[in-house]
């Protein structure tokens, strides 16, 4: 059974950066894509970041020369660097895992637990 273990949410001022990391275990071969979601209080999930084992990247408008995505296929772990936060970034983050082949980001069938980010001074 595939599990996306998230870990790295927390407060912060604004200004400020964190690192989310996420980890996918459990499926007979590595992810093709993953991705990270964030939704805030009354809003809907939306993409933040994507990408495939390729290094093809996706992101949303709002986070583009804020945030940067990796991958590390050796571990199937994808890390979310955020930098410049702020107080619109506060939200729940999930990630998100592809085991379907694409050569472009696309959002798979597999989500992790979420966590939560803060931007608040």
């Known amino acids: 059974q595939v599990q996306l273990v998230e870990s790295g949410g927390g407060l912060v001022q604004p200004g400020g950066s964190l690192r989310l990391s996420c980890a996918a275990s459990?499926?007979?071969?590595?992810?093709?894509?993953m991705g990270w979601y964030r939704q805030a209080p009354g809003k809907e999930r939306e993409l933040v970041a994507g990408?495939?084992?390729?290094?093809?990247?996706a992101y949303a408008a709002s986070v583009k020369g804020r945030f940067t995505i990796s991958i590390d296929n050796a571990k199937n772990t994808a890390i979310l660097q955020m930098n410049s936060l702020k107080p619109e970034d506060t939200a729940v983050y999930y990630c998100?895992?592809?085991?379907?082949?694409?050569?472009?980001?696309?959002?798979?069938?597999?989500w992790g637990q979420g966590t939560q980010v803060t931007v608040s001074s």
């Open positions: 990408i495939t084992r390729g290094g093809t990247t």
């Open positions: 459990g499926a007979p071969f590595s992810p093709h894509a």
């Open positions: 998100n895992a592809a085991f379907s082949f694409t050569p472009y980001y696309q959002r798979g069938d597999y």
